[in-house]
């Protein structure tokens, strides 16, 4: 992490999580005075005190969408990672209140005690499920976006700069495919696949942590970052993953589960067409128009046409073995590998 990490104290929220951990673990190796993960899960917080034995993580005990619980946790903070979210697209789709009230509700509880307590910054998590959504978990991550921007529209000389991060498939994150790939292989079923010609972007847990850190170095209000990512089919994948475990399993295709998408993307033509490129990431500058309604209907934007959607479908494709690579580079496949007795290669570069 940056040294404007070194003497800070950091709100976490969702940080019972997979990125929290990850965050969390990599915060404590610099000089930061606090860290304190928030979340509803007290038995999740007790393993993860006795996981990361370290006085300097503290534990509150409160839920997003309770705005004084969430007000207590922000007093004296410096900088707020906001990961708290309902995240599965079934469940979402069940309840989409529920998606709602964390997702949206929640997230706006965050930046006003962040204002309130003149945290310097929040970076709010984001998903490329929020890109023309057609789920209640993306729409509800859509409309947190929106929440987060404006913001800065309506405080553009605020203390709190609030900006936002979107990235794509999490490797290895509670929920995801590859560690269902695995149990399958290791029970000696086959592998379960919705659509084989399914894209999606990947990175990994380290990289959504190098992108928020990026998000903190260089954001102004209202500002959102993108990753560059690879991406590559969800045949591509599972056939990376038998091939890393010497399996003979078949593939076998289930379908297309409702409301999930062929491909992904992560960003629009309408935000490419203002973004910044910065080498590895994008920066879409927050759309800073008054309320003046003249912009939004007498005047367009005739480079628009020049961009397309960066999405899963039309980046460039990872071979087989491009995925096996990038998946050696994850400490939980290489832990996999050795529980199986197989060879694991020495360290790959990410």
Do not use: W
């Amino acid at each position: 992490m940056n040294d404007q990490f070194s003497g800070a104290r950091i709100l976490i929220t969702g940080g019972t999580g997979s990125f929290g951990h990850t965050v969390a673990r990599k915060l404590l190796e610099r000089d930061v005075a606090e860290i304190r993960i928030f979340s509803r899960d007290e038995a999740k917080q007790d393993l993860m005190r006795h996981e990361i034995k370290d006085s300097r993580l503290r534990f509150y005990v409160g839920d997003v969408r309770d705005y004084d619980s969430v007000d207590r946790a922000a007093r004296s903070v410096d900088h707020v990672f906001h990961a708290a979210a309902l995240k599965q697209v079934p469940s979402c789709e069940f309840f989409p209140m529920e998606a709602v009230r964390t997702n949206v509700n929640g997230s706006e509880n965050v930046v006003r005690a962040a204002d309130r307590n003149e945290v310097k910054s929040v970076v709010c998590l984001s998903t490329d499920k929020a890109v023309y959504p057609v789920n209640a978990m993306g729409m509800s991550k859509a409309l947190m976006e929106k929440v987060a921007q404006s913001y800065g529209l309506n405080n553009p000389d605020a203390a709190t700069t609030v900006s936002l991060v979107r990235y794509g498939n999490v490797m290895y994150s509670r929920g995801s495919v590859i560690p269902l790939f695995v149990r399958q292989i290791r029970s000696g079923g086959n592998i379960t696949v919705t659509n084989p010609q399914m894209t999606r972007f990947m990175m990994s847990l380290a990289q959504s942590v190098d992108l928020v850190e990026f998000a903190f170095q260089n954001a102004q209000q209202g500002d959102l970052f993108v990753r560059k990512a690879k991406a590559c089919s969800i045949e591509s994948l599972a056939r990376a993953v038998l091939n890393l475990f010497q399996s003979d399993a078949k593939i076998e295709v289930i379908g297309t589960r409702h409301a999930e998408k062929v491909s992904e993307a992560l960003a629009t033509r309408e935000e490419l067409s203002r973004a910044r490129d910065m080498g590895d990431y994008f920066r879409v500058v927050a759309d800073n128009r008054e309320l003046n309604y003249s912009v939004y209907f007498e005047e367009g934007d005739v480079t628009q046409s020049k961009y397309d959607d960066y999405d899963s479908h039309t980046v460039a494709q990872m071979t087989i073995p491009e995925v096996e690579q990038m998946l050696l580079t994850l400490p939980e496949i290489r832990q996999e590998l050795r529980l199986a007795g197989l060879r694991v290669p020495a360290d790959v570069g990410a």
